[in-house]
Each structure stands twice: as C-alpha cells, then as structure tokens.
T-cell receptor, first 111, second 113 residues
Framework: DQQVKQNSPSLSVQEGRISILNCDYTNSMFDYFLWYKKYPAEGPTFLISISSIKDKNEDGRFTVFLNKSAKHLSLHIVPSQPGDSAVYFCAATDSWGKLQFGAGTQVVVTP | GAGVSQSPRYKVAKRGQDVALRCDPISGHVSLFWYQQALGQGPEFLTYFQNEAQLDKSGLPSDRFFAERPEGSVSTLKIQRTQQEDSAVYLC???????????FGQGTRLTVV
C-alpha cells in the first residue's frame, strides 16, 4: 500500500512566484520527513527535512511545513527559479532511515 | 570519491541473463540502501545494510535478487535470471549514520529485453 502520496503529478509556476508541493501520509509512526529533488538521468538530491517534533523548517528559499494531525506536509519554494524545474519527491521514515517515497511531482518553472 | 558512485550507468540484459550492479558509497558511510525506481514512480526500498550486516531485505521482490556488502563498503546487487519486469532504475544511497540524510548515486538503468 502507498503510505506516502503526492496527488499532484505536475505543477506549473511562473518564475518569481511561490511553488507549493503537497504530500500526505498514512503511517502515524513516521517521525522524519524529507524532500528530494531529481533531475533527469540523475539520482535524487536531498533538499530539506523535518522532524516530527517540529512543524516548520526553513532553508533559504525552501520551507517545509508539517501538520501531524492532518498527516500532511508541504514544501514551499519562494521565489521559484528556472533551475527549480525538476521532479520533487516527498519521503518519510519511521526507523533507521528506510525511506518510503511518494510518486513525485514534476515542477515546471516558466519565464 | 565525493559522492555515491554506481556502475554501470546503463545495462541491457537479455531475459534470463544474470546481472550485477555495483555501488561505491561515500567513504565512511555506515548505512547503505538499494532502491528500485520504475518509470513514473518513486523509488521503492529493496534492502538495507549497516556496515556489512544486511539488516533488512524485506523489499527484495523475489529470491532472484541478492545483495551483499562483504567488507562494509562497496555493495553489489545481483539479479539472477532477469525478467522484463526487472527493468527499472536501481538506486543506491548511503548515509553516515542511521536517521541522517541519505545521498543517492546516479543509478543504474536496467533494461531487460
């Protein structure tokens, strides 16, 4: 069963605007959440993470929000840049780092 | 090297052939993971090593899949008698310790014809 879900397969956003990517999970035992970015023909690159004891983590243009009661997290990218065009994966773990991934969201940043 | 290195980058195998995929993790990284990524999907967990010990192999799809990390560094994922459904990108990741960010290699794209 899919324990991590990204329901939007794609997102198009104008350069300079905010990109908001959403992720839902079903396993209440998940205690650590990560976002990875992936360019074609490359492996996923770690972007930002958040522990379940927090509800927000910020790193430059990237902010991750966690709503445990709703089992929902989101990634905000502000401002969006052309280089942000990639596939973004949400991932979660409940133990020693074994990751459960969502199916990914393809982000396209247009000029 | 600076990052996780996987070889080969691309592999075409005839159905029934055995293949071996190699992963060189970042030096000093204790944890090593293998994932399988089908087209249009997120990576799916296959197996996990902590040093040379394989602590979880619950994601291996069948007994045709075998992984090892004999000296706690380089790891090999072997697939015997490949089938078309084995076609995927196989990703290796390593992390310095448990519950720290994992760094991924570029993957090996396996195509079984």
């Amino acid at each position: 069963d899919q324990q991590v879900k990204q329901n939007s397969p794609s997102l198009s956003v104008q350069e300079g605007r905010i990109s908001i990517l959403n992720c839902d999970y079903t396993n209440s035992m998940f205690d650590y959440f990560l976002w990875y970015k992936k360019y074609p023909a490359e492996g996923p690159t770690f972007l930002i993470s958040i522990s379940s004891i927090k509800d927000k983590n910020e790193d430059g243009r990237f902010t991750v929000f966690l709503n445990k009661s709703a089992k929902h997290l989101s990634l905000h990218i502000v401002p969006s840049q052309p280089g942000d065009s990639a596939v973004y994966f949400c991932a979660a773990t409940d133990s020693w780092g074994k990751l459960q991934f969502g199916a990914g969201t393809q982000v396209v940043v247009t000029p | 090297g600076a990052g996780v290195s996987q070889s080969p980058r691309y592999k075409v195998a005839k159905r029934g052939q055995d293949v071996a995929l190699r992963c060189d993790p970042i030096s000093g990284h204790v944890s090593l993971f293998w994932y399988q990524q089908a087209l249009g999907q997120g990576p799916e967990f296959l197996t996990y090593f902590q040093n040379e010990a394989q602590l979880d192999k619950s994601g291996l799809p069948s007994d045709r899949f075998f992984a090892e990390r004999p000296e706690g560094s380089v790891s090999t994922l072997k697939i015997q008698r490949t089938q078309q459904e084995d076609s995927a990108v196989y990703l290796c990741a390593s992390s310095i310790d448990v519950n720290t960010e994992a760094f991924f290699g570029q993957g090996t794209r396996l195509t079984v014809v």
